[in-house]
């Protein structure tokens, strides 16, 4: 595949991918007379066989021998397996308490709490630029909090939740395939026990609530797989700087979904922490643009210098081969 077209399937598959989690609100919004703890067992219960299905279609079995003999790699992977499942319950709560602005908030500031996780765990040094954006980011959630009259919980929970996951999938190193295979192995039974003890008290809603009910449930499985395929096929066609500024598409959506569709409030404080924080983002983006930019800026200019020592070298050559004929 030719590098513009391989860049051009990319971002369909990005573009799709984002699309899909920034549109997921609609899907658990069908659900609303689930409870959250119900549906969050749904989607993990189901997402097991949707992995299966994966690998079949796939072929891809020979990882699995290997990582049962790395235990470290194995308890890092139940600890994001964890960490998803308190994101996915939250996120899932939040959608049935029409509170999807203040969960796109959650994701809107993720990448500067990912910031912050990498100057305190990883001992990575921050550019001017970066120092600032998470500044500004800080004081949005102190404007928040005022606005809210309480620390906005639900939004740094879903922060620092998915940015913990990115740090755990970050050690690990594990193909995105393979991780949610396992992860999802992991949450299986837990899932199934939660359902089986609601379906026992009778307060299981998956046959009860009709047909079309209990199919959107058993798909939930889906609707968690198909964003996370679609990330994958992207990621490995685009550089990360692009990456990266896909990934404020689905919180904008929610963002707009919140407004627009399930029409929750947004008073003037609540304004002014968005567009503090939107500041922080166009300025990381900023920043990470400029420096993709130097670094291909370089890259040339090496690769020029390169070109430029090599040519004596060959002249010289070419002129031993002509003395000697």
């Known amino acids: ?24 609100p609609l899907y658990w919004h069908l659900l609303e007379s689930t409870p959250a703890l119900e549906t969050l067992a749904h989607r993990m219960a189901w997402s097991l066989p949707t992995a299966l299905l994966v690998l079949v279609l796939m072929g891809r079995w020979s990882w699995i021998r290997p990582l049962a003999r790395q235990p470290k790699k194995l308890g890092l992977l139940f600890l994001a397996a964890s960490v998803i499942s308190v994101n996915w319950g939250l996120f899932i709560w939040a959608v049935a308490n029409d509170r999807v602005i203040e969960a796109s908030l959650g994701y809107f500031i993720n990448p500067l709490v990912s910031i912050a996780f990498g100057v305190l765990m990883l001992r990575e040094r921050l550019r001017p630029a970066q120092w600032l954006a998470v500044g500004i980011g800080a004081l949005a959630v102190v404007v928040l909090s005022v606005g809210y009259g309480q620390v906005p919980w ?47 008290r009778g307060d299981a809603t998956f046959t009860t609530e009709g047909l079309g009910h209990g199919l959107l449930l058993a798909c939930t499985g ?9 990330f994958g096929a992207a990621a490995v066609r685009l550089p990360l700087s692009t990456i990266g500024l896909l990934q404020y ?3 904008a959506f929610m963002f707009v979904l919140g407004l627009l569709v399930f029409h929750e409030p947004m008073p003037p404080e609540r304004w002014a922490g968005f567009l503090l924080v939107w500041t922080a983002l166009v300025l990381l983006t900023w920043d990470a643009l400029r420096r993709a930019h130097h670094g291909r800026v370089e890259l040339r200019t090496r690769a020029a210098a390169a070109a430029a020592a090599d040519q004596p070298s060959s002249a010289a050559t070419t002129d031993s081969i002509t003395a000697r004929q």
């Open 154 to 200: 639900l939004s740094i929970t879903l922060a620092f939740s998915f940015a913990t996951y990115g740090l755990l999938k970050k050690r690990v190193k594990l193909d995105g395939v393979e991780s949610f295979s396992t992860e999802t192995a992991m949450q299986f039974l837990p899932a199934l026990g939660v359902l089986l003890y609601l379906g026992t």
């Open 222 to 230: 889906i609707a968690t797989a198909l964003p996370l395929i679609f």
């Open 249 to 251: 598409m689905a919180p």
């Open 1 to 24: 595949m030719q590098p513009t077209s391989q860049a051009r399937t990319g971002l369909i598959f990005g573009f799709t991918a984002y699309g899909l989690w920034g549109l997921l």
